[in-house]
């Protein structure tokens, strides 16, 4: 009996020796199911830096934006009756044959299969638009296109910060130009329905409004002292160009290494 409680006593002691060792394995290198994990897990190592599923997210995005804004642009030169419609579908065309010439190459390069048709969210919002008229077209048009736009700015902003490819870096720093553009744009109609766009938001959020306190009526706030460096310190660099109200999007032309624009 006393042979068998010092074996015992033994073998308890080399199981917690063992699971100390293994704690930190698991604490630090196997944490299943946590951010990091889940970054790893969809990862995968590319010339020019890791590529994550949230970047491959944002160049699919990319190209499906182009499969459905290209024609509701198209549709809105031919048919709307207003000159800012038709400036803001002749913008549509022109960002997304651009992007789309950067994102397929991009694709090529990371090895990123394509879609080549709308989803059925996008197909359904050019059948809406198809099935209007008139002011009912220009209100679906341009609110449509918006809220679309509206949506993917935040992400494109959030891969922008986290992508490690660089590949990808630029592809987000383009893609967000020209959605700036057409946000620009469609809002230069004055037929965006902000009202619907700001519920809309409200209705898919529970958490409690933040910022300053509300302005009490009548009240005179003081006026903020300006921003400024001092010393009399020397610069160089000036705002983006662009007159009040637009965005410039002129960039060189994308290097196709990979050949797939042909020609």
């Given at each position: 009996?006393?042979?068998?409680?010092?074996?015992?006593?033994?073998?308890?002691?080399?199981?917690?020796?063992?699971?100390?060792?293994?704690?930190?394995?698991?604490?630090?290198?196997?944490?299943?199911?946590?951010?990091?994990?889940?970054?790893?897990?969809?990862?995968?190592?590319?010339?020019?830096?890791?590529?994550?599923?949230?970047?491959?997210?944002?160049?699919?995005?990319?190209?499906?934006?182009?499969?459905?804004?290209?024609?509701?642009?198209?549709?809105?030169?031919?048919?709307?009756?207003?000159?800012?419609?038709?400036?803001?579908?002749?913008?549509?065309?022109?960002?997304?044959?651009?992007?789309?010439?950067?994102?397929?190459?991009?694709?090529?390069?990371?090895?990123?299969?394509?879609?080549?048709?709308?989803?059925?969210?996008?197909?359904?919002?050019?059948?809406?638009?198809?099935?209007?008229?008139?002011?009912?077209?220009?209100?679906?048009?341009?609110?449509?296109?918006?809220?679309?736009?509206?949506?993917?700015?935040?992400?494109?902003?959030?891969?922008?910060?986290?992508?490690?490819?660089?590949?990808?870096?630029?592809?987000?720093?383009?893609?967000?130009?020209?959605?700036?553009?057409?946000?620009?744009?469609?809002?230069?109609?004055?037929?965006?329905?902000?009202?619907?766009?700001?519920?809309?938001?409200?209705?898919?959020?529970?958490?409690?409004?933040?910022?300053?306190?509300?302005?009490?009526?009548?009240?005179?706030?003081?006026?903020?002292?300006?921003?400024?460096?001092?010393?009399?310190v020397r610069v160089t660099s000036r705002p983006s160009p662009g007159a009040p109200g637009t965005v410039n999007t002129a960039r060189p032309d994308p290097v196709d290494s990979p050949g797939v624009l042909g020609g």
């Open positions: 009996m006393r042979r068998f409680n010092g074996t015992a006593m033994i073998m308890a002691a080399l199981a917690t020796t063992l699971g100390a060792l293994a704690y930190p394995v698991w604490s630090y290198a196997d944490r299943s199911g946590t951010g990091q994990a889940n970054l790893a897990a969809g990862t995968v190592a590319t010339q020019w830096g890791p590529l994550s599923a949230s970047d491959r997210d944002l160049i699919v995005r990319v190209r499906l934006a182009g499969l459905w804004e290209l024609p509701a642009g198209q549709q809105a030169i031919e048919r709307a009756p207003s000159a800012a419609i038709k400036e803001a579908g002749d913008h549509l065309i022109v960002g997304h044959t651009d992007l789309d010439r950067r994102v397929r190459i991009v694709a090529a390069q990371l090895g990123v299969e394509l879609p080549n048709v709308p989803n059925e969210q996008q197909q359904s919002w050019l059948q809406e638009m198809s099935a209007a008229t008139g002011a009912e077209y220009e209100y679906k048009f341009v609110n449509l296109l918006r809220a679309a736009h509206g949506k993917i700015f935040p992400v494109i902003g959030a891969v922008r910060n986290t992508t490690r490819n660089s590949l990808v870096r630029q592809l987000a720093s383009d893609t967000n130009q020209t959605v700036l553009d057409h946000i620009t744009t469609l809002e230069k109609t004055g037929k965006v329905d902000f009202e619907a766009i700001a519920n809309e938001i409200a209705n898919s959020t529970t958490a409690s409004p933040t910022g300053p306190a509300v302005p009490a009526p009548g009240l005179v706030v003081p006026s903020a002292p300006a921003a400024q460096a001092g010393g009399g």
